[in-house]
């Protein structure tokens, strides 16, 4: 009787699950999902949770092929030359192929920011805000840090509860936008009663203020975080070369450069060094190209290169409002948007479509279609002239 091949996939969200359901085309596979946690989190609704609006969280039989066994527990290292997984409560799960799908979490820069700012990048850090704001009177400042998209969702949601918010945009008001998008965010915003602070940065943080890099401070009963990602650092303290935020490098098929058994994607790759912008859209996309790579060379056929496509930025502000900016495939905010009531129902529909695109896979694995973006070519061709590494330098 011949050996069954096992997948191993590491980490159970967007990327992790739709890897999962995808490698499900093959009956003759076993299939392991390792995650920290025995729910799926919706992470593009962690504001809303923060706000006590949403649970932000999805039950796995719902998301989740059953031909896909659950661990909970969380990896503390990977053994490539052994082809194993060790987990924190030691033990061991082997594997014939590796899928990286770790995710992103927040990182805080400032000092101070650690001890007396929140996040809201994790299930865990809106929980614990939650629970702050609910103890926290309404009118007492709070001060987000950040204008980007995480910014905007967090300060607009607070703001429309009537609570006191400004934010300190050191990059300026939705840096990715187009000009129109960020005169369009900063009405709402600013209709709303939120103070926006742009051209400063925060330089610490206080117990109740914060302080500005021009010499400024602001009162803050509630410093909220959202400026800045980066990943796990697993693959890197497991000897995987890894990008300066520590994504795993693999080639333009998500193979690691390292070991062609250990496949990355999601937030936690970065394909020829140049990774997508971290984001559910892209980790949608990139989850089944993962298994596709991993489902190609149990086949013994060359996989193919990735190739995917962005729509736009769609950002809720509070729970009437939003902006859709649209992009180019390959990113770039064009000027074409939708704003006001009309993307916010775009918004929460984007939403629920996103849980009801993984429980499609989950039913019918090949459901996700796959987009043509040829904005990478050259990065494909040297992708192939690089041969990979030795799997012993893991």
Same mark, same amino acid.
């Not at 949403?54 to 503390?76: E, F, H, I, N, Q």
């Not at 299930?123 to 980007?148: H, S, Y």
């Given at each position: 009787?011949?050996?069954?091949?096992? !997948?191993v996939? @590491?980490g $159970?969200g967007?990327?992790g699950?739709?890897a &999962?359901n *995808?490698?499900?085309?093959?009956? #003759?596979?076993?299939?392991?999902l390792?995650?920290a946690?025995?729910?799926f989190?919706?992470?593009?609704r962690?504001?809303?949770?923060?706000?006590g609006?949403?649970?932000?969280v999805?039950d796995?039989?719902?998301v989740l092929?059953?031909? !896909?066994?659950l @661990?909970v $527990?969380?990896?503390?290292?990977i053994s490539a &030359?052994? *082809?194993?997984?060790?987990?924190k #409560?030691?033990?061991e799960v082997?594997?014939?192929y590796?899928v990286?799908?770790?995710?992103?979490?927040?990182?805080?820069q400032?000092a101070?920011a650690?001890e007396?700012a929140?996040?809201?990048?994790s299930f865990e850090e809106?929980?614990r805000?939650?629970a @702050?704001l609910d103890?926290?009177?309404?009118?007492?400042?709070?001060v987000v840090v950040?204008?980007?998209?995480?910014?905007?969702e967090?300060a607009?949601?607070?703001?429309?509860l009537?609570r006191?918010?400004?934010?300190?945009?050191?990059d300026?008001?939705?840096?990715?936008l187009?000009e129109?998008?960020r005169?369009?965010?900063?009405?709402?915003?600013?209709?709303?009663?939120?103070?926006?602070?742009?051209?400063?940065?925060?330089?610490e943080?206080?117990?109740g203020r914060v302080r500005?890099?021009?010499?400024?401070?602001?009162?803050?009963?509630?410093t909220?975080w959202t400026a800045?990602?980066?990943?796990?650092d697993?693959?890197r303290?497991?000897?995987?070369?890894t990008d300066?935020?520590?994504?795993?490098?693999?080639?333009?098929?998500?193979?690691?450069l390292?070991?062609?058994?250990?496949?990355?994607?999601g937030?936690?790759s970065?394909?020829?060094?140049?990774?997508?912008?971290m984001?559910?859209?892209?980790?949608?996309q990139l989850?089944p190209?993962?298994a596709?790579t991993?489902?190609?060379?149990l086949?013994?056929?060359?996989?193919?290169p990735?190739?995917?496509?962005?729509?736009?930025?769609c950002?809720?502000i509070?729970?009437?409002?939003?902006?859709?900016n649209?992009?180019r495939?390959?990113?770039?905010a064009?000027?074409?948007?939708?704003?006001?009531?009309?993307a916010?129902k775009?918004?929460?529909?984007?939403?629920?479509?996103t849980?009801w695109?993984?429980s499609?896979?989950?039913r019918?694995p090949?459901?996700?279609?796959?987009?043509t973006?040829r904005?990478?070519?050259g990065?494909?061709r040297?992708?192939e002239?690089?041969p990979l590494a030795?799997?012993?330098?893991a």
């Amino acid at each position: 009787m011949n050996k069954q091949d096992h !997948v191993v996939v @590491v980490g $159970g969200g967007y990327a992790g699950v739709m890897a &999962a359901n *995808r490698l499900t085309k093959r009956d #003759d596979i076993a299939i392991t999902l390792v995650n920290a946690r025995d729910h799926f989190v919706e992470r593009i609704r962690l504001h809303q949770l923060a706000a006590g609006n949403d649970d932000a969280v999805a039950d796995y039989a719902d998301v989740l092929s059953p031909r !896909v066994r659950l @661990v909970v $527990g969380t990896v503390s290292a990977i053994s490539a &030359a052994a *082809r194993t997984v060790v987990l924190k #409560d030691g033990q061991e799960v082997a594997y014939d192929y590796l899928v990286y799908a770790v995710g992103s979490t927040g990182t805080m820069q400032a000092a101070g920011a650690a001890e007396h700012a929140y996040g809201v990048a994790s299930f865990e850090e809106a929980t614990r805000l939650r629970a @702050v704001l609910d103890a926290t009177p309404t009118q007492a400042p709070v001060v987000v840090v950040g204008g980007g998209p995480t910014g905007i969702e967090v300060a607009s949601e607070l703001a429309e509860l009537g609570r006191n918010v400004s934010m300190v945009c050191g990059d300026g008001l939705g840096p990715w936008l187009h000009e129109k998008g960020r005169a369009d965010a900063d009405r709402a915003l600013r209709g709303l009663g939120v103070g926006i602070i742009e051209g400063a940065r925060v330089s610490e943080v206080l117990e109740g203020r914060v302080r500005l890099d021009d010499g400024r401070e602001l009162a803050s009963a509630v410093t909220i975080w959202t400026a800045g990602f980066t990943t796990p650092d697993l693959a890197r303290a497991s000897g995987l070369s890894t990008d300066d935020l520590g994504r795993l490098v693999t080639d333009e098929t998500l193979t690691s450069l390292d070991d062609d058994r250990i496949i990355a994607t999601g937030d936690a790759s970065a394909p020829s060094g140049d990774p997508y912008r971290m984001s559910c859209q892209a980790a949608n996309q990139l989850g089944p190209l993962a298994a596709e790579t991993v489902l190609s060379r149990l086949a013994g056929h060359r996989p193919e290169p990735i190739s995917i496509s962005f729509v736009g930025q769609c950002i809720s502000i509070g729970r009437g409002l939003g902006l859709l900016n649209f992009a180019r495939r390959d990113d770039s905010a064009v000027r074409a948007r939708i704003h006001g009531a009309p993307a916010a129902k775009i918004k929460e529909l984007v939403c629920r479509s996103t849980v009801w695109a993984l429980s499609m896979e989950a039913r019918h694995p090949g459901f996700t279609p796959k987009v043509t973006d040829r904005s990478r070519a050259g990065r494909v061709r040297a992708s192939e002239a690089a041969p990979l590494a030795s799997v012993g330098r893991a």
